[in-house]
């Protein structure tokens, strides 16, 4: 039998339906309409069957509307309580304008609605989780669609600017909304990205590429300190992003702040794939991406154990190398570091809601013709997680208000999209989120399988309160998986934000905290929330901790490294390198 993280048989769709599928793929943003027909088909077949439930929900119905004709007359006397409080994330009618009648009405009135909504999307007798949670789901992405504060009539703040500027905010908002739509049309980057250039304004931190195959370069960084930790240290990106979200500017620059504090840096620039990538897969990037960069830094630094850096799926893919590696005698790794990372795909959080068999070969079917999957289709999925903040907010305030959202290096940094190749893509979808493989053992390299109970040594994890690409819970369960002692992490922020968290940075990072704890294998809390209830709360950034954390596991300070970089052309090829500008 062939182990389950190989590429499927019959992955390329027949050529007849070809044409259909990648056409329903472009109309629906890569989301597979017979997902989303089969989680609702599932949802109305157990209520029309359920009498019981359906009185419930007229009954809730008749309540909510009695409480709102109740509120709407009251509300003009003020202090009258209201019917229904908005989720604490949900902060859309915060503003003073919209406790106003007829305002507070209509927010009453949509509040009232979604509650309701939910009360009807779950609940019900023999709907399964997952199509109960992507009926739920799309079900309140239509209803946010509706929302009062996106239409000019209902939405009091976009009523005053209107009046107060003589509507130059709505014409301002037609000239934002038209250079988006040309800047979608012609597949261009938004506007403002080019003060932040990689190599200019971001990704400068001095260093040399050392290293290139047809998946990554190796940078080099140059030593700023007398003295550095005798153990390098080896970061492996996520694949989906380019690294320098790691490098951005001097101000938040996560390298910087390494090379800074006597630490020898090699970081992995992923390539960015194009059709004849096509047939790499996951294992590919084990052997072409951590264990060969692992070799140079080793060849660079012989005779010496190396501190390994994994974030975001990077780190899926480290934790696999280093259990990989766990029978070597003398183990390279002195250490492991997950940032972001998950090993155990059982509870993905909002993601999961894409990853079912059928959204899977939809996905397959639209990367069939060009053998890659687009990063913006990815993006796509993200901006539906957190539609409020990145679709709805951004209609209001830049269509609506007419304001113009200033342009940042991460926003930057998040717009220079990168690609997927198909089999890579296919394998990791199927074998560690649909299958789970890799936490319950049944994930293969070289023909093995993959043991992280086999990982022994000391683990620093990081995981982030807001993050909705590896929720906290999930990534804390490297706990029970690992056999080496945890040094956790859960620091304020979301994916992004929570990792690039600089002591001294900018005002965004000024309200960081984060909880942290230290737990001998087998000795954490099994419920994450025990964890959190005695975990240490911390002021500031997590980076000093993680810095003392790697100098008390260094054996000794050494004389930096020699710097050789890679001679192409004639030339030293320098950091950032050349795959990072590979569009």
Excluded at 271 to 287: A, C, F, I, W
Excluded at 291 to 299: E, F, G, I, Q
Excluded at 339 to 357: M, N, Q
Aim: charged share 20%; hydrophobic share 40%; net charge negative.
């Amino acid at each position: 039998m062939a182990p389950s993280n190989s590429r499927p048989d019959g992955y390329a769709p027949a050529p007849m339906d070809l044409p259909l599928k990648l056409w329903l793929a472009r109309l629906a943003h890569g989301i597979s309409p017979a997902s989303v027909s089969l989680a609702y088909a599932d949802w109305l077949s157990h209520l029309l069957v359920a009498p019981s439930k359906q009185a419930d929900l007229a009954a809730s119905a008749l309540r909510k509307a009695m409480l709102w004709l109740q509120y709407a007359p009251h509300s003009w006397r003020g202090g009258c309580p209201l019917c229904v409080e908005p989720l604490p994330q949900d902060k859309r009618f915060s503003p003073q304008e919209w406790h106003v009648p007829p305002f507070s009405a209509l927010a009453q009135a949509f509040l009232l609605q979604q509650q309701w909504w939910a009360e009807a999307m779950t609940g019900i007798r023999g709907v399964s989780k997952h199509h109960e949670d992507v009926a739920a789901f799309t079900m309140r992405q239509w209803l946010d669609m509706w929302s009062p504060s996106n239409f000019v009539a209902t939405n009091p703040q976009v009523l005053r600017e209107t009046l107060a500027t003589g509507s130059i905010n709505l014409a301002n908002g037609v000239a934002n909304w038209w250079r988006d739509a040309l800047s979608v049309l012609s597949d261009g980057k938004p506007r403002g990205v080019e003060q932040f250039r990689p190599g200019h304004d971001m990704a400068v931190t001095p260093g040399k590429v050392v290293f290139r195959n047809r998946l990554i370069e190796l940078i080099q960084y140059e030593p700023a300190t007398a003295e550095v930790d005798a153990e390098p240290m080896l970061i492996v990106p996520s694949w989906i992003m380019k690294y320098y979200i790691l490098d951005l500017t001097p101000d938040d620059s996560l390298v910087k702040y390494l090379v800074t504090h006597g630490h020898t840096v090699f970081m992995v620039s992923w390539k960015n794939p194009d059709t004849s990538d096509r047939n790499l897969g996951l294992n590919d990037y084990v052997e072409f991406g951590v264990m060969a960069a692992l070799d140079v830094v080793r060849s660079i630094r012989p005779r010496t154990r190396v501190h390994a850096v994994g974030y975001c799926l990077g780190g899926t893919l480290l934790a696999i190398a280093a259990a990989v590696l766990a029978d070597e005698h003398p183990n390279p790794l002195m250490t492991v570091t997950l940032l972001a990372a998950e090993t155990d795909f059982k509870e993905p959080g909002e993601l999961g809601l894409f990853i079912d068999e059928s959204q899977i070969s939809f996905v397959e079917d639209l990367m069939s013709e060009r053998g890659y999957l687009d990063g913006r289709q990815m993006a796509g999925a993200f901006q539906l997680i957190n539609s409020k903040d990145l679709v709805w907010s951004k209609l209001v305030h830049e269509y609506l208000m007419g304001a113009r959202t200033p342009m940042t290096a991460l926003r930057a940094w998040n717009a220079d999209a990168t690609r997927m190749p198909a089999r890579m893509h296919s394998e990791y979808l199927r074998g560690l989120y649909l299958h789970n493989d890799l936490a319950e053992g049944r994930y293969r390299v070289a023909g093995q399988p993959v043991r992280l109970a086999d990982i022994k040594l000391p683990l620093f994890v990081v995981a982030t309160e807001g993050d909705h690409v590896s929720p906290w819970k999930s990534v804390y369960k490297i706990h029970r998986l690992a056999g080496g002692p945890v040094s956790f992490a859960l620091t304020s922020g979301g994916h992004n934000v929570g990792i690039v968290n600089p002591p001294a940075g900018p005002a965004a990072y000024s309200q960081a905290g984060y909880r942290f704890a230290s737990c001998k294998p087998g000795k954490a809390p099994a419920n994450p929330q025990d964890w959190l209830d005695a975990a240490e709360q911390r002021t500031g950034s997590w980076w000093p901790c993680w810095h003392e954390w790697l100098h008390k596991h260094s054996s000794q300070t050494v004389k930096p490294p020699t710097l050789d970089g890679l001679v192409l052309d004639g030339t030293t090829l320098a950091a950032p390198g050349s795959y990072i500008y590979l569009d």
